[in-house]
Nanobody, 115 residues
Framework: QVQLVESGGGLVQPGGSLRLSCVAS????????MSWYRQAPGKERELVAA???????TYADSMKGRFTISRDNVKGTVYLQMNSLKPEDTAVYYC?????????WGQGTQVTVSS
């Protein structure tokens, strides 16, 4: 079955960096687009970034220039490099794949940006 396991979250000061990882299994990883979403307390889940099977990357406007999504098809892993973090980036970050019209999610990893 599809499994997505995120890691790399934590507490970081404003202006700092974190790299999130999501290890995927149970499907043909290289054939699918992968995405990162986030959900802050009291807010809806929102798309952060996505990378297609051919490596094309898209970002939410507020993340452009600060976040970089990448994938390693050999390792079956998608990454999210986050730089210049702001307190408003505080959220639970989720890995996502849409396969056969069904969305799959990891358990999420907490990112807290605070001094």
């Amino acid at each position: 079955q599809v499994q997505l396991v995120e890691s790399g979250g934590g507490l970081v000061q404003p202006g700092g960096s974190l790299r999130l990882s999501c290890v995927a299994s149970g499907f043909s990883f290289s054939s699918y687009a992968m995405s990162w979403y986030r959900q802050a307390p009291g807010k809806e889940r929102e798309l952060v970034a996505a990378v297609s099977s051919d490596g094309t990357r898209t970002y939410a406007d507020s993340m452009k220039g600060r976040f970089t999504i990448s994938r390693d098809n050999v390792k079956g892993t998608v990454y999210l490099q986050m730089n210049s973090l702001k307190p408003e980036d505080t959220a639970v970050y989720y890995c996502n794949v849409r396969r056969l019209r069904e969305d799959y999610w990891g358990q999420g990893t907490q990112v807290t940006v605070s001094s």
